[in-house]
């Protein structure tokens, strides 16, 4: 019964709105019932360890790391954290987020944490993987895309990454 309320409930906003959120659009491709525990484990100690790869005009990795972790950190407001692109700085470097911007469209994130970084294949607009890794395993795969009018400075990018961490983790 609360999914099917929860179904009508969104199906009311999308009739409502009448188009995405004002960001972009976020899908959850691959996850276990739950990564909760995980992010607790992972972040318990110490901060995550994300490693921001790839680019998109506007959305080049060395540029962006700083506004994706600090939008990740903002992002979780019930569960505090703190981030580090350093991976001598992560209290648990098993545990571990990738930010893949513009990555190809039929890339195994699998392989991802086995260490196999793609090249970044820019389509008409700008595209995100993020992947959460215990090891070598992914515990769960958020895509997604912004529009074209979102930069990466803007408060609509940040809310973008929030909304991604929150799915990512729960």
Same mark, same amino acid.
């Given at each position: 019964?609360?999914?099917?309320?929860?179904?009508?409930?969104?199906?009311?906003?999308?009739?409502?709105?009448?188009?995405?959120?004002?960001?972009?659009?976020?899908?959850?491709?691959?996850?276990?019932?739950?990564?909760?525990?995980?992010?607790?484990?992972?972040?318990?100690? &110490?901060?995550?360890?994300?490693? !921001?790869?790839?680019?998109? #005009?506007? $959305?080049? +990795?060395?540029?962006?790391? /700083?506004?994706?972790?600090?939008?990740?950190?903002?992002?979780?407001?019930?569960?505090?954290?703190?981030?580090?692109?350093?991976?001598?700085?992560?209290?648990?470097?098993?545990?571990?987020?990738?930010?893949?911007?513009?990555?190809?469209?039929?890339?195994?994130?699998?392989?991802?944490?086995? &260490?196999?970084?793609?090249?970044? !294949?820019?389509?008409?607009? #700008?595209? $995100?993987? +993020?992947?959460?890794?215990? /090891?070598?395993?992914?515990?769960?795969?958020?895509?997604?895309?912004?529009?074209?009018?979102?930069?990466?400075?803007?408060?609509?990018?940040?809310?973008?990454?929030?909304?991604?961490?929150?799915?990512?983790?729960?």
């Amino acid at each position: 019964m609360k999914k099917l309320l929860a179904g009508l409930a969104s199906l009311v906003g999308v009739a409502a709105c009448g188009q995405d959120a004002p960001y972009g659009h976020v899908e959850m491709f691959s996850a276990r019932e739950s990564t909760q525990s995980y992010f607790f484990s992972a972040t318990s100690r &110490g901060p995550l360890l994300v490693d !921001v790869r790839g680019s998109y #005009p506007g $959305f080049e +990795a060395d540029a962006v790391s /700083g506004v994706i972790t600090a939008g990740m950190e903002r992002g979780m407001q019930s569960r505090p954290f703190k981030t580090t692109m350093d991976i001598s700085e992560a209290e648990s470097p098993s545990y571990r987020v990738f930010w893949l911007i513009a990555p190809p469209k039929n890339f195994n994130t699998n392989r991802l944490c086995k &260490g196999e970084i793609p090249e970044s !294949v820019p389509s008409e607009k #700008p595209t $995100f993987s +993020a992947v959460f890794c215990v /090891g070598d395993d992914v515990y769960r795969d958020i895509s997604g895309w912004v529009h074209k009018d979102v930069t990466a400075d803007s408060e609509a990018f940040t809310k973008f990454v929030g909304v991604v961490t929150r799915a990512l983790f729960k």
